[in-house]
């Protein structure tokens, strides 16, 4: 009748039958072999007990198994046994499955970690916590319902089998609570619908597609979507939390309706099949919302010819194969709206897409982050924020500024072949960049640097705008600014190198002049226009040299030993208290040879007038 287990460690991997009462004090670990509880026994452990097989065989009487046991075989509840612990932990192991054609009722339900897939058959209901642990599934039958007040929770995996009235996962786990923010749910059957639910958080858990569902489905990822067969829902939106991924697992390609990137979320992508990572049907739309980052799968393309994509977030291009690495050929949608989406370019392999103009009045635009050189050759137009964090240095093409747009780096400068301000565009930026071609601000442009330096490498700054203003600007090789409007440089103007063919209007500089190379005045003007104290390095020609402290005090120091020659006018203008004070850089002397003069409340030291 009764078996009790003391003391010690207890092998039987043999099948018995317990009439009543089975308890265990010490460790009884089975590894083949089952355990027939009759009606009316009951289970008590309070050592170590783990069963292979376990089966309850009643006359309309009940088992008690208050207690906590593990089972890794098969637990067969009888068809007139009630099995209802009120208290205890019934943990399955790998191998373990449950057959219930009676009263089941478990306290607490647990699926150990790496367990495999876990089946069960009949009905079951969960009183406290139903834990299925990683690397581990449970897949119930078809016509299971696990009910009870409990919650289920963990980072394995359930299966959703249903395929009766209701297929969903809500209508099969009726369990009161459902924490899926590391749980996995697998739907299976092309009759199901996805439960409108978050199916887990921050990269853990997720929803993982098995079959190739066509209802309507709108849902929201935290985890992993795994589509792992043809999923073509007829309507809805899918919401990608940050941390989330879709994932393409299997041998057919999914094709999404409406896929929403939530504000401020990052999600990621892998897999491919035949180069494409998933398509989306006709008049469907993929929304980046503000502040979130969509990094699709390196390796397959959005096949969405007649679909949408638009936003306010970033897209990233991350093709790494394939023909065409380029925006449109990783997003192959009919309709792009890249008014504010920053599309941005992360491997050297890839191109920029010629034909586009990417963000609009100052929102969104381009963002160039290759580790390394990318040295696309392509013309683009950007109307919003061009970014490069990379050495950006292509030997060719066009960058077009269009009203609104900036520039912003870091890193390492990029370096234009040409920059163009559109006409009528009002472009900004406070970063360094180089210009190996030209540098055009066309007719009624604005373009204002308010710190950086501009680098003229060899290049040709045509000015037609309005106004033109750089921060600092260095010249190199052969550089000429000689066709023009005024412009200015609001600090250092540098020829480093080579010579500066100076535009033939004027030229104000509200810092330094420094000249290590060869300046060409082109009959223009240079005008000194800021109370910045100012230095003018090297023996240099001007045609005409303006200085003004602009109604304040203002010195200009002259390199000690170098003379100045102003073939036109030498225009110092200081005021009665705000004089302009001329002096060398230190006491060895200086040399000014004017043409003409015009010097009012000026304070001259150490100089030699030769004109």
């Known amino acids: 009748y009764d078996l009790t287990v003391g003391t010690g460690t207890t092998t039987a991997n043999v099948s018995y039958t317990v009439a009543r009462n089975f308890s265990v004090t010490g460790s009884l670990t089975a590894t083949s072999g089952t355990v027939t509880i009759n009606g009316g026994g009951s289970i008590s452990n309070s050592g170590t007990l783990v069963f292979k097989g376990l089966t309850t065989s009643c006359s309309s009487t009940a088992i008690t198994a208050n207690t906590s046991f593990a089972i890794a075989g098969a637990f067969t509840n009888g068809s007139t046994c009630t099995f209802s612990p009120s208290s205890g932990t019934v943990t399955f192991n790998s191998g373990g499955s449950i057959a219930n054609s009676g009263t089941l009722d478990f306290q607490a339900l647990v699926l150990s970690a790496s367990a495999g897939t876990i089946s069960s058959s009949g009905n079951f209901s969960v009183a406290v916590t139903f834990i299925v642990h990683t690397s581990t599934t449970f897949s119930p039958a078809a016509a299971d319902i696990i009910s009870g007040a409990g919650t289920i929770m963990g980072s394995g995996t359930v299966r959703v089998t249903r395929t009766a009235a209701t297929a969903d996962f809500v209508s099969q786990y009726t369990i009161t609570t459902k924490t899926l923010t590391s749980l996995t749910v697998d739907y299976t059957h092309t009759s199901q619908s996805i439960n409108d639910l978050t199916y887990g958080n921050a990269g853990s858990g997720g929803l993982k597609i098995s079959a190739a569902l066509t209802a309507s489905t709108t849902a929201t990822v935290g985890g992993t979507l795994t589509a792992g067969a043809a999923f073509a829902p007829s309507?809805?939106?899918?919401?990608?939390?940050?941390?989330?991924?879709?994932?393409?697992?299997?041998?057919?390609?999914?094709?999404?309706?409406?896929?929403?990137?939530?504000?401020?979320?990052?999600v990621g992508g892998s897999g491919a099949l035949g180069g494409v990572w998933f398509n989306m049907a006709a008049g469907a739309t993929l929304t980046i919302n503000s502040g979130a980052t969509f990094s699709p799968s390196s390796t397959g393309t959005i096949?969405?010819?007649?679909?949408?994509?638009?936003?306010?977030?970033?897209?990233?291009?991350?093709?790494?194969?394939?023909?065409?690495?380029?925006?449109?050929?990783q997003y192959n949608f009919g309709t792009k709206t890249l008014d504010n989406l920053t599309v941005e370019f992360t491997?050297?392999?890839?191109?920029?897409?010629?034909?586009?103009?990417?963000?609009?009045?100052?929102?969104?635009?381009?963002?160039?982050?290759?580790?390394?050189?990318?040295?696309?050759?392509?013309?683009?137009?950007?109307?919003?924020?061009?970014?490069?964090?990379?050495?950006?240095?292509?030997?060719?093409?066009?960058?077009?500024?269009?009203?609104?747009?900036?520039?912003?780096?870091s890193g390492s400068a990029p370096t234009f072949y040409n920059l163009t301000v559109a006409s009528g565009?009002?472009?900004?930026?406070?970063?360094?960049?180089?210009?190996?071609?030209?540098?055009?601000?066309?007719s009624t442009g604005s373009f204002v640097a308010s710190a950086g330096t501009m680098a003229c490498s060899a290049c040709t700054i045509t000015n037609s705008g309005s106004t033109l203003t750089l921060n600092n600007l260095t010249t190199s090789g052969t550089a000429t600014a000689g066709a023009s409007n005024t412009f200015t440089v609001s600090d250092t103007l540098n020829i480093a190198s080579g010579t500066f063919?100076?535009?033939?209007?004027?030229?104000?500089?509200?810092?330094?002049?420094?000249?290590?190379?060869?300046?060409?005045?082109?009959?223009?003007?240079?005008?000194?226009?800021?109370?910045?104290?100012?230095?003018?390095?090297?023996?240099?020609?001007?045609?005409?040299?303006?200085?003004?402290?602009?109604?304040?005090?203002?010195?200009?120091?002259?390199?000690?030993?170098?003379?100045?020659?102003?073939?036109?006018?030498?225009?110092?203008?200081?005021?009665?208290?705000?004089?302009?004070?001329?002096?060398?850089?230190?006491?060895?002397?200086?040399?000014?040879?004017?043409?003409?003069?015009?010097?009012?409340?000026?304070?001259?030291?150490?100089?030699?007038?030769?004109?």
């Open 235 to 266: 309507a809805g939106t899918i919401t990608m939390n940050d941390g989330s991924g879709i994932a393409l697992s299997g041998g057919s390609l999914s094709t999404f309706r409406n896929i929403t990137i939530a504000t401020n979320a990052s």
């Open 303 to 329: 096949s969405a010819t007649s679909s949408i994509i638009t936003g306010a977030g970033t897209a990233k291009v991350t093709l790494v194969s394939g023909a065409s690495k380029t925006f449109s050929g």
């Open 347 to 409: 491997n050297t392999a890839q191109t920029l897409d010629g034909s586009l103009t990417f963000g609009t009045a100052g929102s969104g635009g381009l963002k160039i982050s290759v580790a390394g050189s990318f040295t696309t050759n392509n013309s683009v137009t950007v109307g919003g924020v061009l970014t490069t964090t990379a050495a950006f240095a292509p030997s060719a093409g066009t960058i077009t500024m269009n009203n609104g747009s900036s520039i912003v780096t």
């Open 425 to 442: 565009a009002s472009v900004t930026t406070a970063s360094n960049f180089t210009v190996g071609a030209t540098f055009t601000n066309s």
């Open 501 to 611: 063919t100076s535009t033939s209007n004027t030229l104000n500089i509200g810092n330094d002049f420094t000249n290590a190379g060869t300046f060409t005045h082109n009959s223009g003007t240079v005008a000194l226009t800021t109370t910045a104290t100012a230095v003018i390095s090297a023996t240099t020609t001007f045609n005409n040299l303006s200085i003004t402290g602009i109604g304040a005090a203002k010195t200009v120091q002259f390199t000690d030993g170098t003379t100045t020659t102003v073939s036109g006018t030498f225009t110092v203008t200081g005021t009665a208290g705000n004089l302009i004070t001329l002096t060398g850089t230190n006491t060895g002397g200086w040399t000014i040879n004017p043409t003409a003069a015009t010097v009012d409340y000026a304070d001259i030291n150490y100089s030699t007038n030769t004109g």
